[in-house]
């Protein structure tokens, strides 16, 4: 016989367990921990990977301080998948994990058919979602394909630390063996993330239209936002070798721009990822939190285009 309940009782239906860390390289750990890689397993990584001398380098620290086997696979030069790069490097290597990176808040547009590949090497999938919260939580179109996915909750929300480790299935295999993170039920309820991400949505959007004249000296990085994608930063390309500069002249006149990432770790050779390093060289991440008001865009745009325009007469 069939029947409907007067409400909702099935306590696994559609939950996605959580772990709490102060990092979301935390969380990366206990998953590499959990996952019990043998000697001739590896992981497999994007080929874009920064390090700072603050900061370190979030994603393979804790591959590289658990002594973890690692291959790298390829990128364009827009930091997407460069699937068939892909292929080979699943067809080369002994792949125990893979991890996707969506950098800066935006989906890879080969996500779905990297996933598909690795399932059929039967490996763990990882979504890093360090920029890309939102783009799942409130997009839906991230961090659904792999088996967890980790955030940086520090990254995205005015907090001074934290990050989480989810898994998308409350029956999954690693989830007794995750050690170090706390179990948490309350994602996130202390901010109105729609309200966050609206914002930020509007701000992009402003920021597209604004930085339309500069093209020739500044280039988005993606074409625009598909439905669902939440942005962290919004990507640009610098010309004319001026990214360096404009960087240090933009902070010092007040506008938090950051270069994600203007230093790779060593272990990605020039040689082997070229167009990895072409867009280190180049690229330049313009704030569109949920702080910033449209005017005060207006007016870093017209920094941003005073100082190329200086620098370009030079």
């Given at each position: 016989?069939?029947?409907?309940?007067?409400?909702?009782?099935?306590?696994?239906?559609?939950?996605?367990?959580?772990?709490?860390?102060?990092?979301?390289?935390?969380?990366?750990?206990?998953?590499?921990?959990?996952?019990?890689?043998?000697?001739?397993?590896?992981?497999?990584?994007?080929?874009?990977?920064?390090?700072?001398?603050?900061?370190?380098?979030?994603?393979?620290?804790?591959?590289?301080?658990?002594?973890?086997?690692?291959?790298?696979?390829?990128?364009?030069?827009?930091?997407?998948?460069?699937?068939?790069?892909?292929?080979?490097?699943?067809?080369?290597?002994?792949?125990?994990?893979?991890?996707?990176?969506?950098?800066?808040?935006?989906?890879?547009?080969?996500?779905?058919?990297?996933?598909?590949?690795?399932?059929?090497?039967?490996?763990?999938?990882?979504?890093?979602?360090?920029?890309?919260?939102?783009?799942?939580?409130?997009?839906?179109?991230?961090?659904?394909?792999?088996?967890?996915?980790?955030?940086?909750?520090?990254?995205?929300?005015?907090?001074?630390?934290?990050?989480?480790?989810?898994?998308?299935?409350?029956?999954?295999?690693?989830?007794?063996?995750?050690?170090?993170?706390?179990?948490?039920?309350?994602?996130?309820?202390?901010?109105?993330?729609?309200?966050?991400?609206?914002?930020?949505?509007?701000?992009?959007?402003?920021?597209?239209?604004?930085?339309?004249?500069?093209?020739?000296?500044?280039?988005?990085?993606?074409?625009?936002?598909?439905?669902?994608?939440?942005?962290?930063?919004?990507?640009?390309?610098?010309?004319?070798?001026?990214?360096?500069?404009?960087?240090?002249?933009?902070?010092?006149?007040?506008?938090?721009?950051?270069?994600?990432?203007?230093?790779?770790?060593?272990?990605?050779?020039?040689?082997?990822?070229?167009?990895?390093?072409?867009?280190?060289?180049?690229?330049?991440?313009?704030?569109?939190?949920?702080?910033?008001?449209?005017?005060?865009?207006?007016?870093?745009?017209?920094?941003?285009?005073?100082?190329?325009l200086r620098l370009e007469r030079e």
């Open positions: 016989m069939y029947k409907i309940e007067k409400k909702p009782t099935d306590g696994k239906s559609y939950r996605r367990p959580g772990f709490a860390f102060n990092r979301a390289r935390d969380g990366f750990s206990a998953f590499l921990k959990a996952a019990r890689l043998k000697k001739d397993e590896k992981i497999l990584l994007p080929g874009y990977i920064g390090w700072s001398s603050r900061e370190g380098s979030g994603v393979f620290d804790p591959v590289s301080g658990l002594g973890v086997p690692y291959a790298f696979y390829g990128l364009t030069g827009r930091l997407e998948i460069d699937i068939e790069d892909l292929r080979r490097s699943f067809a080369r290597n002994n792949v125990r994990a893979f991890v996707i990176i969506h950098y800066f808040g935006y989906v890879d547009r080969n996500y779905v058919q990297a996933v598909a590949l690795a399932r059929k090497y039967n490996a763990l999938v990882l979504e890093d979602e360090a920029h890309a919260m939102f783009s799942d939580l409130i997009g839906g179109v991230a961090g659904r394909l792999g088996d967890a996915a980790i955030y940086s909750l520090h990254k995205l929300l005015p907090l001074s630390q934290g990050g989480m480790l989810v898994f998308n299935h409350p029956n999954h295999v690693l989830i007794p063996r995750i050690e170090g993170g706390r179990r948490v039920n309350d994602l996130l309820c202390m901010f109105d993330l729609k309200r966050i991400v609206d914002v930020r949505l509007r701000n992009t959007a402003a920021l597209s239209r604004l930085i339309a004249p500069l093209r020739g000296s500044v280039e988005p990085l993606r074409r625009g936002l598909r439905p669902g994608e939440v942005p962290q930063t919004y990507p640009v390309l610098i010309r004319n070798g001026l990214r360096d500069r404009i960087y240090f002249m933009m902070n010092e006149a007040g506008y938090g721009v950051v270069s994600l990432y203007h230093t790779l770790i060593g272990q990605i050779e020039k040689d082997a990822f070229p167009a990895a390093h072409a867009c280190s060289a180049r690229i330049l991440n313009l704030p569109v939190h949920q702080d910033i008001e449209e005017k005060t865009l207006v007016r870093m745009v017209d920094k941003l285009r005073d100082i190329i």
